[in-house]
């Protein structure tokens, strides 16, 4: 098998045509995360859906008035093993009929795989009773290699972080959307800067719901800590400025051909403030573009 560099991007030009993403590949390797980020670029995303089922959700896609139609589903082997026998022939009758289809396989090596398990505690689908861990993933692989043998794209998720996979994939499918793609990602620094960063903005000056007890358990998603920082005309200034500021150059880089920008926002704890701004700010840009994304890095 001719396997595919994970950093190519495939060839997406007619913004009227079906775009179908068949994310698949093994279990723990981050297809949930691959996922939203396509959820995130709009796609409209089912999980765990029967090989059978493809046609009908497209060809419903195909009806509909919606001008960008774009699908993401996500297959893995919670399916039926026969869909795994019949999706290449399911996948050539679509592109057949004009559909952009897109076989997209997550890998990951055993050894991380059994580690992720390991810390989870989760238990993998095909680990019965009396099949180990390490069996139900051979297993796997066996199940799964009709699939990666016609992936377009495979991708390696053992060194990968979550955020890294996630930018991997809107990166890569980001040409689906017009103009540029913005990720907003909130951190803590005291964990360091994501070295992914095109920007950094450092919301340590603005007041702090982590003093507050009743508020200290809570994220910067929460109707509280809202409350709490919209009543401080500070974040508010604060705000206004980032955004005034973005609006102001994020059109020179659409301009240099760039098609992907990383806005970080940090704060102490990377739970309040940051994720407050980051929310904020994605809906400030989801009002006017597409391909808006948002990641709490220590949320996840």
Request: charged share 25%; with cysteine; hydrophobic share 40%.
């Amino acid at each position: 098998m001719n396997e595919r560099d994970p950093s190519e991007s495939p060839v997406v030009n007619d913004p009227d045509a079906v775009h179908l993403i068949v994310l698949t590949g093994m279990s723990g390797g981050g297809k949930t995360v691959a996922l939203r980020a396509l959820e995130d670029l709009e796609f409209y995303c089912v999980d765990n859906l029967p090989s059978t089922l493809l046609p009908q959700l497209v060809d419903a896609t195909m009806r509909s008035s919606i001008k960008r139609r774009r699908i993401a589903v996500g297959v893995d082997v919670r399916n039926r093993s026969e869909d795994f026998r019949h999706m290449p022939l399911v996948l050539s009758e679509l592109a057949g009929k004009g559909v952009q289809v897109h076989l997209v396989f997550i890998d990951c090596n055993d050894a991380v795989l059994i580690k992720r398990y390991s810390e989870t505690r989760r238990r993998h689908p095909l680990a019965q009773r009396g099949v180990s861990l390490a069996d139900a993933i051979v297993e796997e692989r066996r199940l799964l290699r009709p699939l990666m043998a016609i992936a377009e794209k495979v991708i390696d998720s053992s060194d990968l972080n979550v955020h890294q996979l996630r930018r991997l994939i809107a990166t890569g499918y980001a040409q689906t959307t017009e103009g540029l793609t913005l990720m907003f990602q909130s951190f803590a620094f005291k964990r360091g800067l994501p070295l992914d960063s095109d920007f950094v903005f450092d919301a340590r000056c603005l007041p702090n719901p982590h003093w507050d007890p009743k508020l200290r358990p809570l994220s910067g998603k929460d109707g509280p800590i809202r409350d709490f920082l919209e009543a401080r005309p500070v974040v508010g200034e604060y705000l206004t400025d980032t955004a005034r500021w973005l609006d102001a150059w994020l059109p020179r880089f659409e301009q240099d051909d760039r098609s992907y920008v990383t806005i970080s926002v940090g704060c102490t704890g990377g739970r309040h403030r940051s994720v407050y701004l980051v929310e904020q700010l994605a809906a400030h840009f989801r009002a006017s573009r597409e391909g808006v994304l948002t990641f709490h890095r220590e949320l996840e």
